[in-house]
């Protein structure tokens, strides 16, 4: 994932997180966790190329 796609998928997540605010039911709750998820594991990735170098494989 490239910078502009992280930014745009932080920006859905965020969303997603008012969004179940304002209504709160489970449908969006669960949305809102599965974006979370995938921020979250985007940066871990991130932090590893910082610490690590990128992936060559």
């Not at 930014?7 to 974006?35: C, G, H, P, T, W």
Request: aromatic share 10%; charged share 45%; with cysteine.
């Amino acid at each position: 994932m490239d910078a502009k796609q992280f930014i745009f998928k932080v920006d859905e997540m965020r969303k997603a997180q008012k969004d179940y605010f304002r209504k709160r039911d489970s449908y969006r709750l669960a949305e809102a966790k599965r974006l979370e998820k995938e921020v979250d594991d985007q940066l871990e990735i991130l932090k590893e190329e910082i610490q690590c170098g990128p992936r060559l494989f």
